[in-house]
């Protein structure tokens, strides 16, 4: 049985998993389906990551002490004076070392923290196609912190193993072999442990430890700080925040995005926080179990009858893009929604559900009156005049040609709608039903602007897109100016359309 808190985070007891010595045995065991006790970990480990994505797990095979030294080591790093720890500063081109105020959803963090990797990528960097963003480890002088490097090297290895471990549980959960996520892990580099120091918020309503996201990875292993209670989970069914308390003993599962793709989101990957504290600082080390830089992440296990959620997403554009979000705001953090093909946009990307009567309409009626394309022209030139006449109920703009449509049932085909009518359409601002339900799965659209201002039209139609369901993703450049990019935020069954003109 999956053991509740009063919090309701299941509590995974691990032990028998542990007791293993190579990923052999792990590998025979976990396929042996007479083994009970394995039987029950998988059962709840599925449970556990199709419902929360988040659970804690016992018995990991840790002992104590060994994760004491750990925390006393950690803490005697964050203790030194912030010029010696700012001497291994990361910087935007390593992704490894000490670094403060780390932007999360374009938002500072209030948190100081060391990022690192296993022994085996100490050295400077031989392939740079192989590791992104990063050169090497930073390590103070061993005289500044004696011991501090080999108990970090020695900790990462732990964690690496338990990752590992956890990852063909996944596997059979799935429906897969335990060793299938092998192959996406054949190097070390991808993979980070961090540590993580709160500092004492002097006005913690007005910040966050750390603002709400998901993790880009596989999955995370947190050590939480025994003492202080500040991380949040977002229970996907209720859509509430619920408390994800330290436990002593216990580490702190979370599914990462990449699984989530993995597995066409049976698992998801859950959108968590941590609360800001005016009361005591606070310390947590996760550890980032990712895949290899090369390899291209998409479903595997798609049930029969269904289709893939997910076009394939390359695990180094996507982490590079995760890499400059946190040096710079660049208006929007990169997000596996973005790469929805089918289904509804999962809750960690977007807004509250909407209804199909929340999205922009495309009405081409009025085009299809005049009888050539000066008299469309003219028509058009003549309401872009007048467009303060008709603010509350219109919105003139023009749709590019190039409007991204997607095909139900071919999810991996983007097919390009470029009739003359499309490319000259008036984007009508409609709450109405009764609009033809197209087959068609409308999921972005760019506006073009059509007047001399372009940059204030394009600020003005951000706060009209989002209210109709849409979320701005990016300025983009096209032949007649700057396009404003948006994506659907709605979950609706039919995607509400007009049909193409014939061109």
């Not at 918020?201 to 292993?221: C, R, W």
């Amino acid at each position: 049985m999956i053991k509740m808190d009063v919090r309701q985070v299941p509590v995974v007891d691990i032990g028998d998993l542990m007791t293993f010595s190579t990923d052999a045995e792990v590998d025979a065991a976990l396929q042996d389906t007479n083994d009970r006790a394995l039987r029950e970990i998988i059962g709840n480990v599925r449970a556990a990551a199709s419902e929360w994505g988040f659970f804690y797990i016992m018995s990991h095979g840790l002992p104590d002490q060994e994760v004491q030294k750990f925390q006393d080591a950690m803490k005697s790093f964050f203790r030194l004076p912030v010029e010696t720890k700012r001497t291994i500063r990361r910087h935007a081109t390593n992704n490894r070392g000490y670094v403060e105020g780390e932007l999360t959803k374009n938002k500072t963090d209030w948190k100081e923290c060391f990022d690192f990797v296993g022994a085996g990528e100490d050295g400077p960097v031989t392939d740079k196609l192989e590791r992104l963003g990063e050169d090497q480890n930073q390590w103070l002088d061993e005289s500044t912190l004696p011991g501090f490097r080999g108990e970090m090297r020695a900790y990462y290895d732990e964690m690496e193993h338990i990752a590992r471990r956890l990852l063909k549980v996944f596997a059979v959960a799935l429906g897969e072999t335990p060793a299938f996520f092998d192959q996406f892990f054949r190097s070390n580099a991808s993979s980070t442990m961090r540590l993580n120091h709160y500092r004492v918020a002097p006005e913690p309503e007005k910040t966050m430890g750390v603002y709400h996201h998901t993790d880009s990875g596989a999955l995370t292993i947190l050590l939480q700080d025994d003492e202080i209670a500040s991380l949040q989970v977002l229970h996907r069914e209720s859509q509430t925040w619920v408390d994800v308390p330290p436990r002593k003993g216990t580490y702190t599962i979370n599914i990462g995005d990449m699984v989530q793709v993995w597995s066409n989101d049976q698992f998801v990957a859950p959108l968590h926080r941590v609360l800001a504290s005016n009361k005591a600082g606070r310390f947590s080390a996760p550890f980032f179990y990712s895949p290899s830089y090369n390899v291209q992440v998409e479903p595997i296990v798609v049930k029969e009858g269904e289709v893939t959620n997910y076009c394939p997403i390359s695990w180094r554009t996507f982490r590079l893009a995760r890499f400059k979000g946190n040096y710079a705001d660049l208006g929007k953090e990169n997000q596996i929604g973005d790469y929805k093909i089918h289904g509804p946009i999962d809750v960690a990307n977007s807004q509250p559900k909407m209804d199909v009567r929340q999205i922009l309409v495309i009405d081409i009626g009025a085009l299809m009156t005049p009888s050539t394309d000066a008299e469309l022209d003219s028509d058009y030139q003549h309401h872009d005049n007048n467009r303060n006449k008709h603010e509350d109920s219109m919105m003139p703009v023009t749709v590019e040609a190039n409007m991204l449509l997607r095909i139900r049932g071919n999810p991996c085909v983007k097919t390009f709608v470029q009739t003359r009518s499309f490319q000259n359409a008036v984007v009508h601002q409609s709450w109405q039903r009764g609009v033809h339900a197209a087959c068609l799965d409308l999921k972005h659209i760019c506006l073009i602007p059509r007047v001399k201002n372009k940059a204030t039209r394009l600020h003005e139609w951000e706060g009209d897109a989002r209210a109709a369901g849409f979320r701005p993703r990016a300025v983009v450049p096209v032949k007649k100016g700057p396009a404003l990019e948006l994506a659907l935020e709605a979950d609706a069954e039919a995607i509400v359309a007009a049909p193409a003109a014939n061109p």
